[in-house]
């Protein structure tokens, strides 16, 4: 799997990205381009910004960690139209210019943190995870949805 810590492999990303635009189209599911750059920060947020979603409590936490952890941070793709959680789930408009800029810069702020950063850091959903954990959730993700629009 590809690297969000490997400048090649981030640039590459952001190209995709870059390739986008306000009329791009879905290959398959719901949500607007706008919604799915807006839907990809999400996983940023959770780290980059303190706060913004809260924790789930004990129970959610242990239902995460025993039956979706591996999901996410393993090694496999995720699969058309898989189920997500509710605050990853977009209903609302969103502006692509500034959904774009947004994914983009938190792209940068990962990279520039490191995978020194990310090892047994704790995420917020699925307690401690190792770098290449971290990478595979984040890179996957966004693989995921860059080839839902066509990129």
């Not at 607007?32 to 750059?37: E, K, P, R, W």
């Not at 025993?66 to 139209?81: D, I, P």
Request: charged fraction near 25%; charge should be positive; proline fraction near 2%.
């Amino acid at each position: 799997m590809k690297s969000v810590f490997v400048a090649e492999d981030v640039q590459e990303l952001k190209n995709r990205i870059e390739r986008l635009t306000a009329s791009s189209q879905r290959l398959w599911g719901k949500m607007t381009v706008g919604q799915m750059l807006a839907h990809c920060s999400v996983t940023y947020e959770m780290f980059l910004e303190e706060g913004k979603h809260p924790a789930p409590n004990f129970l959610l936490r242990f239902i995460l960690k025993t039956f979706v952890k591996s999901k996410v941070v393993g090694e496999e793709m995720y699969k058309q139209n898989s189920q997500t959680a509710p605050q990853f789930v977009m209903t609302e408009d969103k502006n692509f210019e500034h959904e774009k800029k947004r994914l983009l810069e938190y792209i940068d702020a990962t990279f520039a943190l490191g995978k020194a950063h990310f090892e047994g850091k704790k995420s917020h959903s699925f307690g401690v995870l190792t770098a290449q954990e971290w990478n595979n959730m984040m890179y996957k993700h966004l693989d995921h949805h860059l080839k839902q629009f066509g990129c």
